[in-house]
T-cell receptor, first 114, second 111 residues
Framework: KAGVTQTPRYLIKTRGQQVTLSCSPI?????VSWYQQTPGQGLQFLFE???????NKGNFPGRFSGRQFSNSRSEMNVSTLELGDSALYLC?????????????FGNGTRLTVT | QKEVEQNSGPLSVPEGAIASLNCTYS??????FFWYRQYSGKSPELIMF????GDKEDGRFTAQLNKASQYVSLLIRDSQPSDSATYLC???????????FGKGTTLSVSS
């Protein structure tokens, strides 16, 4: 079974630009979660989608948004990039059945904002 | 958001020793708990999960849960240098829609 696939692996953007990251979950998984990881803050929850609906959102500004498509693939968008958005963005999928559903992570997208 | 607290470490143990990693959580209603391992430059990988009070063993790993004390731990027996990594504790929110992570404990196993 193929794992979670994230593209691209690396991105370099300039302050003020916007960026879109993509995530393809494990086949059969309907839930996709996004996280931001930085050395100081660790893994911070951005949002979770299940069957194209956002079920939960973390404490991030509105510049961070996402969506999920009918095939469970998900995209995350960050607009008006700031230097502090430089981080590893991780996508994870699960079967979405709540408490018994471990997350399986992709390899991440390393975003650098200059 | 509920909080998950871990000692950042580093925790240093000699090869062959038992490594004990601890995690506390703030939401008494939490039901499921996960341990992930993350090697430097890699993404987190699931080690094990536990739902019920008590111990759960999987090979060299044992997860212990004490809901009354809101405390979950991970024991690694016969530690190996390859166990050197950051260990992340994670707890689901009450709706089961967000897995919240602690900042992780860095383990270093010396040979």
């Amino acid at each position: 079974k193929a794992g979670v696939t994230q593209t691209p692996r690396y991105l370099i953007k300039t302050r003020g630009q916007q960026v879109t990251l993509s995530c393809s979950p494990i086949s059969g998984h309907r839930s996709v979660s996004w996280y931001q990881q930085t050395p100081g803050q660790g893994l911070q929850f951005l949002f979770e989608y299940f069957s194209e609906t956002q079920r939960n959102k973390g404490n991030f500004p509105g510049r961070f948004s996402g969506r999920q498509f009918s095939n469970s693939r998900s995209e995350m968008n960050v607009s008006t990039l700031e230097l502090g958005d430089s981080a590893l963005y991780l996508c994870a999928s699960s079967n979405g059945q709540g408490f018994s559903s471990p997350l399986h992570f992709g390899n991440g997208t390393r975003l650098t904002v200059t | 958001q509920k909080e998950v607290e871990q000692n950042s470490g580093p925790l240093s143990v000699p090869e062959g020793a038992i490594a004990s990693l601890n995690c506390t959580y703030s939401d008494r209603g939490s039901q499921s708990f996960f341990w992930y391992r993350q090697y430097s430059g890699k993404s987190p990988e699931l080690i094990m999960f536990i739902y019920s009070n008590g111990d759960k063993e999987d090979g060299r790993f044992t997860a212990q849960l004490n809901k009354a004390s809101q405390y979950v731990s991970l024991l690694i027996r016969d530690s190996q240098p390859s166990d050197s990594a950051t260990y992340l504790c994670a707890v689901y929110n009450q709706a089961g829609t967000a897995l919240i992570f602690g900042k992780g404990t860095t383990l270093s196993v010396s040979s």
